[in-house]
């Protein structure tokens, strides 16, 4: 399904319906985080499709891409059939998470990181940083921080 955007003023968007996906290890909460963004869009009203994604190892190391777990949503205010193919906004938790996912984001996507995760051990057990610093030149990519730490290797 194509998402249609119309600019509004203020540099806003509206889209008909728009593909999120939530990325971290197993453990990160990203199943409980998807759950609660599910139910937060259903009392907004609007029609959703929602697709869990678990890794298929039951525990694997921190920071490995292979423990890659993710959920993602596709809602809007038109009917809404499937959890959508391609993502428009992805929220990676850490290094691992944005080499897995990054594939399926749409050209112009937005990507969300959290920054103090980015760090060198966690980017080398990844195996990311020249991957992900080409596909991240065509995307905004918003950057976060989940304590007070500033030291990050993907800052611009």
Do not use: C, W, Y
Request: net charge neutral; glycine share 10%; no cysteine.
């Amino acid at each position: 399904m194509a998402t249609s955007a119309v600019s509004r003023p203020g540099g806003r968007e509206t889209r008909d319906s728009v593909v999120i996906r939530f990325a971290g290890d197993s453990g990160d909460g990203m199943q409980v985080t998807g759950s609660q963004f599910t139910l937060e869009t259903a009392l907004a009203g609007s029609d959703f499709s929602t697709f869990p994604d678990f890794p298929a190892e039951i525990r694997a190391p921190t920071g490995t891409t292979f423990g890659v777990s993710a959920f993602q949503i596709h809602f809007g205010g038109t009917d809404v059939m499937t959890p959508g193919d391609s993502v428009d906004v992805l929220v990676a938790m850490n290094p691992a998470a944005l080499t897995v996912e990054m594939s399926d984001l749409k050209v112009g996507g937005t990507v969300i990181v959290d920054t103090d995760a980015f760090n060198e051990r966690n980017l080398k057990k990844a195996g990311a940083m020249p991957r992900i610093r080409s596909r991240t030149s065509r995307s905004p990519v918003i950057r976060f921080s989940s304590s007070t730490s500033r030291n990050s290797p993907l800052r611009r």
